[in-house]
């Protein structure tokens, strides 16, 4: 049973991944940065999803929504309790991306493949308990077979996409994998080993966050990558041929951003099936995050209402159609099955949002997001203004992981708007902590601020552009952790002035 999040007025948190702070591991690293967190009277650390990412590090591209992203494995911890022995090239390369000024993915590929491989060497020497341990996680978590196969078949194809792959691997031939697997089965436990030891070592992360009184708001996107397992795997769940053409794609329609809309290129739902079947594949995915973290972001909220579905082979998402989604009906099964009154999830309600889709969201008691950034645009009525902000049944972020840090925000805005601004809120020279004690001061039940506007950083500090593909999920704090106690102290303060030290 899941226990209902502590929904307490005045909190605030700080929004930065794992892979931004100093050592980017699940290991003491982040015990250390969660109480410092704590010791400051910080309870909320949010974070994006901690899932695989795609080859351009997108964490919302995910090949798996079951998976923890194996750059994240610890090997101190690994070592500390002999699951390891030690290894002068594993260190050389862990200091290696240590020392970068930017989180590098090939080194974190690197350091995690040898890692596997060390796992390997060690695995016979292992205790009956540990391997006992091990087997009663892989049967209590089938998901992991079907992920270790899509991965090593990943590898041995050259990263090609699943439709790519020869057409008995494509349709997962079971006749044919049973023989693949006996010809692999070292690298299939490999990454079954890699996804235990991630378990594990996350739990005592969730652990020892609770013990210091901080939540851990994880984050879900809507839909999943046509190229993951969770497709190759649950054919039927999406609008998808059997070959991996995509039949009806999502998207967003023409709007005062973009006048060809947005395609995103993952699959539809198909709905029917999912109802068939009473949301079977939702319920496993949410069950499976929530022995993660104790609340969770819905990405794009809005699909649970209704969804633009757009036609496979489709150049632009013009010519797409609004579908009613079961959102009632999932959100309430979710409810039953995970035993719980009001389900710990906040629904990220951006953009264009109709009655419908707020009214979804008011019905389950979800919490909202609010965004300043977005707040001065010269109308008055803008749901974002913090004098607009009444309900408290929200989140107030100065931005997200997807805008420009603060500083460049400022930087970029008119000077009628900054003059505007500036008269009406007592403007002083730093944007960034403006901008947090309007968030501070509105009536929302939780205040969030990435950790780069804390630390008053330009955008040379971003962390996602959406519709770029360099430089993106990167951004890492590369100084020792306590560099940053001044910050989170003046957070914290702050934040005790405004009487927001509660437990979210």
């Given at each position: 049973?899941?226990?209902?999040?502590?929904?307490?007025?005045?909190?605030?948190?700080?929004?930065?991944?794992?892979?931004?702070?100093?050592?980017?591991?699940?290991?003491?690293?982040?015990?250390?940065?969660?109480?410092?967190?704590?010791?400051?009277?910080?309870?909320?650390?949010?974070?994006?999803?901690?899932?695989?990412?795609?080859?351009?590090?997108?964490?919302?591209?995910?090949?798996?929504?079951?998976?923890?992203?194996?750059?994240?494995?610890?090997?101190?911890?690994?070592?500390?309790?002999?699951?390891?022995?030690?290894?002068?090239?594993?260190?050389?390369?862990?200091?290696?991306?240590?020392?970068?000024?930017?989180?590098?993915?090939?080194?974190?590929?690197?350091?995690?493949?040898?890692?596997?491989?060390?796992?390997?060497?060690?695995?016979?020497?292992?205790?009956?308990?540990?391997?006992?341990?091990?087997?009663?996680?892989?049967?209590?978590?089938?998901?992991?077979?079907?992920?270790?196969?899509?991965?090593?078949?990943?590898?041995?194809?050259?990263?090609?996409?699943?439709?790519?792959?020869?057409?008995?691997?494509?349709?997962?031939?079971?006749?044919?994998?049973?023989?693949?697997?006996?010809?692999?089965?070292?690298?299939?436990?490999?990454?079954?080993?890699?996804?235990?030891?991630?378990?594990?070592?996350?739990?005592?992360?969730?652990?020892?966050?609770?013990?210091?009184?901080?939540?851990?708001?994880?984050?879900?996107?809507?839909?999943?990558?046509?190229?993951?397992?969770?497709?190759?795997?649950?054919?039927?769940?999406?609008?998808?041929?059997?070959?991996?053409?995509?039949?009806?794609?999502?998207?967003?329609?023409?709007?005062?951003?973009?006048?060809?809309?947005?395609?995103?290129?993952?699959?539809?739902?198909?709905?029917?099936?999912?109802?068939?079947?009473?949301?079977?594949?939702?319920?496993?995915?949410?069950?499976?995050?929530?022995?993660?973290?104790?609340?969770?972001?819905?990405?794009?909220?809005?699909?649970?209402?209704?969804?633009?579905?757009?036609?496979?082979?489709?150049?632009?998402?013009?010519?797409?159609?609004?579908?009613?989604?079961?959102?009632?009906?999932?959100?309430k099964s979710l409810k039953s099955y995970l035993s719980i009154e009001t389900l710990p999830i906040i629904a990220e309600d951006l953009g264009v949002i109709t009655e419908n889709v707020n009214n979804l969201r008011d019905d389950f008691n979800l919490p909202g997001?609010?965004?300043?950034?977005?707040?001065?645009?010269?109308?008055?009525?803008?749901?974002?203004?913090?004098?607009?902000?009444?309900?408290?049944?929200?989140?107030?972020?100065?931005?997200?992981?997807?805008?420009?840090?603060?500083?460049?925000?400022?930087?970029?805005?008119?000077?009628?708007?900054?003059?505007?601004?500036?008269?009406?809120?007592?403007?002083?020279?730093?944007?960034?902590?403006?901008?947090?004690?309007?968030?501070?001061?509105?009536?929302?039940?939780?205040?969030?601020?990435?950790?780069?506007?804390?630390?008053?950083?330009?955008?040379?500090?971003?962390?996602?552009?959406?519709?770029?593909?360099?430089?993106?999920?990167?951004?890492?704090?590369?100084?020792?952790?306590?560099?940053?106690?001044?910050?989170?102290?003046?957070?914290?303060?702050?934040?005790?002035?405004?009487?927001?030290?509660?437990?979210?």
């Open positions: 049973m899941i226990k209902n999040p502590s929904y307490k007025q005045n909190s605030l948190g700080v929004l930065v991944h794992p892979t931004s702070l100093p050592g980017g591991t699940f290991g003491d690293g982040l015990k250390n940065w969660i109480n410092l967190l704590s010791s400051n009277n910080i309870f909320t650390w949010q974070f994006l999803p901690l899932t695989p990412t795609d080859i351009l590090g997108s964490p919302y591209s995910s090949p798996s929504s079951f998976a923890l992203n194996p750059w994240f494995i610890d090997a101190n911890e690994l070592k500390i309790n002999s699951y390891i022995e030690d290894s002068e090239i594993l260190e050389k390369i862990r200091l290696e991306g240590l020392n970068t000024n930017l989180f590098k993915f090939k080194i974190a590929n690197e350091l995690s493949n040898l890692i596997g491989d060390l796992l390997i060497k060690s695995w016979e020497s292992q205790s009956a308990k540990s391997k006992k341990g091990f087997f009663v996680w892989l049967e209590n978590n089938p998901w992991v077979n079907d992920y270790s196969i899509f991965s090593v078949l990943k590898e041995q194809f050259d990263l090609l996409p699943w439709w790519q792959w020869p057409e008995e691997f494509r349709d997962k031939d079971k006749i044919k994998i049973d023989l693949w697997k006996k010809d692999n089965s070292n690298k299939l436990l490999v990454k079954k080993l890699i996804q235990w030891h991630l378990h594990r070592q996350w739990l005592k992360i969730k652990k020892f966050a609770a013990l210091k009184g901080v939540k851990l708001i994880g984050d879900i996107p809507f839909y999943v990558s046509r190229d993951s397992v969770d497709v190759w795997s649950n054919k039927s769940l999406f609008s998808i041929s059997h070959a991996g053409k995509l039949i009806f794609q999502s998207g967003v329609p023409p709007d005062y951003f973009s006048s060809t809309g947005q395609l995103w290129g993952t699959p539809v739902y198909e709905w029917d099936q999912h109802i068939s079947n009473e949301f079977y594949w939702w319920r496993k995915r949410f069950k499976r995050q929530f022995e993660l973290v104790d609340i969770l972001r819905l990405d794009h909220f809005r699909g649970l209402e209704s969804y633009w579905r757009v036609d496979g082979d489709a150049k632009n998402a013009i010519k797409g159609e609004w579908v009613k989604s079961p959102g009632i009906d999932l959100l997001m609010k965004i300043l950034q977005f707040a001065f645009d010269g109308n008055k009525d803008n749901p974002y203004l913090p004098e607009n902000i009444e309900d408290n049944n929200c989140v107030v972020y100065t931005g997200t992981h997807d805008n420009s840090t603060t500083v460049s925000w400022w930087e970029n805005l008119e000077e009628k708007v900054k003059k505007k601004i500036t008269q009406k809120h007592n403007y002083c020279e730093n944007p960034a902590w403006n901008l947090i004690d309007l968030g501070m001061k509105t009536n929302a039940k939780l205040f969030i601020a990435p950790l780069q506007d804390i630390l008053s950083l330009d955008d040379e500090s971003r962390f996602n552009k959406p519709g770029t593909i360099s430089k993106n999920w990167k951004w890492k704090f590369n100084k020792p952790l306590t560099d940053l106690e001044p910050y989170l102290e003046s957070f914290g303060k702050l934040g005790e002035s405004y009487c927001r030290n509660n437990i979210f």
